[in-house]
């Protein structure tokens, strides 16, 4: 009980900074989502004419996204990279590093030759800063998210934790924006050197985030048990073989949302631009708008969560996404522009928003202190991996070859499923202590206590 409390009176003399921790966490977390995600409309809008001009059309948007999923392949890579090194040395050093790695990852990306000026090497060298920037997604959330609710106070991480979160849709908000001002751009300038702009800005953007997290002290909770000596030698194979339910749990809950997004903000461009012929210019405001009303409804459930619990917006956002699964796209089909905006906006906060909101605060309370990075970034990264990394690709060919989007309905059905079941699996977590006070207890899962 000691321990608990030396630690609740230290993070009490730190909320005058609980302030800058957030928005440390916020501002780092969009500037990394905005590296990622720019690729992936790249990918989408014109990687598959630059890097792969020699083959068909769907064939070049199945290798343009398949570039775009290597990234999530590196992420759970990353995950266990940094979070390994975040549960040693600690949480501000590894995003300071995460910072850096994706930043550079992204400016290359920019400066990159194409397919017409050095031949094969374009689609090698892209995959190649793709998987850099994977790397370093994927050791970014965890240390952002647990800087964030391990300076929290007591029944407030599901809020604080959703404020790390909204870094996604900010990050969507800034990249679908910037790609909206380069696409009004005469097509041939767009598509010489109008599509650089936004790989190119992310230097700026280092800056920026490089500023604000180096004035962020490390965490009072991991401060605490470097103090007592109870570092873990080998975190990543405790979190993973001494946690394995609560490992897998965590793989489950995250496995629906993260292609539901991909899915909107992904493949219905691709989808919606080659077989609806509709403008991209109106795919990207429909994102630009349902990532900004995200900004609010995701603080919202994760405010939510801390009175009425985690898992009920699991059980919420899996239904939703199951019942809107064939609307989706029958909305799409009508090509009117007010109802593609409202779908995409309800389809994002609803099926998203309600699951993605919570897990800053939900995965690291699923690991004890000790594993926490390790098991929390691991567990989220695979998933994305899993579901956001191959969904797209995925979707993209079953509407090719089956001639509709019935199969991609069917799919994300299944993996709504697949979340369900996984809720019905964990517990809640709300109440958890983040504090392990006994040493032979650390590690312990939010489960099994």
Request: glycine content about 12%; aromatic content about 12%.
């Amino acid at each position: 009980m000691s321990v608990q409390l030396a630690i609740r009176d230290a993070t009490t003399e730190r909320k005058g900074g609980m302030a800058t921790v957030v928005f440390a966490g916020s501002v780092g977390t969009i500037i990394e989502w905005y590296d990622f995600l720019i690729y992936g409309t790249a990918a989408a809008l014109v990687f598959n004419t630059l890097f792969f001009p020699n083959i068909d059309p769907l064939a070049g948007t199945l290798a343009s996204l398949a570039t775009y999923s290597v990234g999530f392949v590196a992420r759970p890579i990353g995950g266990a990279i940094f979070g390994h090194f975040g549960d040693r040395i600690g949480r501000k050093v590894m995003l300071m590093i995460t910072m850096v790695v994706m930043a550079l990852g992204t400016f290359v990306v920019g400066c990159l030759p194409t397919y017409q000026q050095i031949g094969v090497w374009a689609p090698i060298l892209l995959v190649i800063l793709r998987f850099i920037q994977g790397i370093g997604l994927g050791g970014e959330w965890g240390g952002a998210s647990l800087m964030v609710i391990e300076h929290a106070p007591p029944g407030r991480r599901g809020l604080f934790g959703s404020l790390v979160q909204i870094g996604f849709p900010l990050g969507l908000v800034t990249s679908s924006g910037v790609f909206a001002l380069v696409t009004m751009m005469p097509e041939a300038d767009f598509k010489s050197w109008g599509w650089r702009i936004p790989f190119l800005l992310s230097v700026l953007l280092l800056g920026v985030g490089w500023f604000v997290r180096a004035r962020v002290p490390e965490t009072p909770i991991f401060e605490e048990i470097k103090r007592r000596g109870a570092i873990s030698r080998n975190p990543f194979v405790e979190a993973i073989f001494k946690n394995p339910r609560s490992f897998l749990v965590a793989v489950g809950l995250k496995i629906s949302e993260v292609s539901w997004v991909y899915i909107l903000t992904i493949f219905i461009v691709v989808y919606a631009t080659s077989q609806l012929n509709l403008p991209r210019t109106l795919l990207l405001k429909a994102i630009f708008i349902a990532a900004l009303v995200e900004v609010i409804t995701i603080p919202l459930f994760g405010w939510l969560s801390d009175f009425i619990g985690r898992r009920i917006f699991y059980f919420l956002g899996t239904l939703f996404t199951a019942c809107f699964a064939f609307p989706l796209f029958w909305l799409l089909s009508t090509k009117d522009p007010q109802i593609i905006i409202l779908t995409v906006v309800v389809a994002l906060s609803f099926g998203h928003g309600t699951m993605f909101g919570l897990q800053s605060a939900y995965f690291p309370e699923l690991f004890g202190t000790r594993v926490r990075y390790s098991g929390a970034s691991f567990g989220f990264q695979l998933s994305a991996a899993l579901g956001g990394g191959f969904s797209p690709i995925i979707a993209t060919a079953l509407a090719g070859y089956m001639g509709g989007t019935a199969g991609v309905s069917m799919m994300l059905i299944l993996l709504a499923s697949i979340t369900f079941i996984a809720t019905l699996f964990a517990t809640e977590t709300k109440g958890v202590s983040l504090v392990d006070v006994d040493p032979e207890l650390v590690g312990a899962t939010a489960i099994g206590r």
